[in-house]
């Protein structure tokens, strides 16, 4: 009996109960919504904290008005505030200029909606990183001829990145678990497919438990990624040697 029973379990977990493709396409929405959101991110982070350092107070104010608001409200009430905000203003948009009624594509307002707040967090993460640059490193990179775009790109990007990487994978970590929140605005991440699949074999323990195990997979793989560009952007400090 209990072998049957082990048999008949096996073949569950295998089976899935013909929700695997289900459970496949959620983890490939979760991992392109991340990706994405992460891009987008960091875009925004960057030129935040380019903003923040500016000696424009016009330029500055608002990159702080932006970190302070965004930081300070919880991720579902911005996801919720900034999705039906978007698709608003859109429809006022369009109603005005005479258009057709236009509907924001869930996945794209998600995208969107995900970078903007975990921008904020970026922003600082690169700031602080800018600012443990030495100024010298600079100086010297004028000296030797080097313009703006390459001082950047050649002498403080590289190493910005080495003080950068420990927030920037914690805000990773924490972005890949925030791709959750988008089952509110209509896409089936693998939160929800695993939700939809225990409801309906009524064994919802089971399905998220999966879906842990499948974050678990993703952060550790992320984890092995960071290492590996912790060591490269280490290369001649302490940190490249361990």
Known sequence: MIENFLVAVGLSVLSLHGFG????????????????????SVVLGLLGA??????????????????????????????????????TWLTNFTNYIGWDYLEIDPFAAGVITLGFIYGAYFTETFRGALLAVPKGQKEAAVAYGLGRTQCFFLITFPQMMRFALPGIGNNWLVLLKATALVSIIGLADLVKAAQDAGKSTFQLFFFLVLAALVYLLITTFSNYVLRRLTRMYSVGSREALQ
Do not use: E, N
């Open 21 to 40: 493709p289900v459970l496949l396409k959620g983890t490939w929405m979760t991992l392109q919504l991340s990706l994405l959101s992460l891009i987008v």
């Open 50 to 87: 380019c903003a923040k350092l500016s000696a424009h107070r016009l330029i500055r104010i608002p990159a702080q008005l932006y970190t302070t608001l965004i930081r300070g409200v919880p991720d579902l009430v911005l996801m919720l505030l900034i999705f039906y905000s978007l698709q």
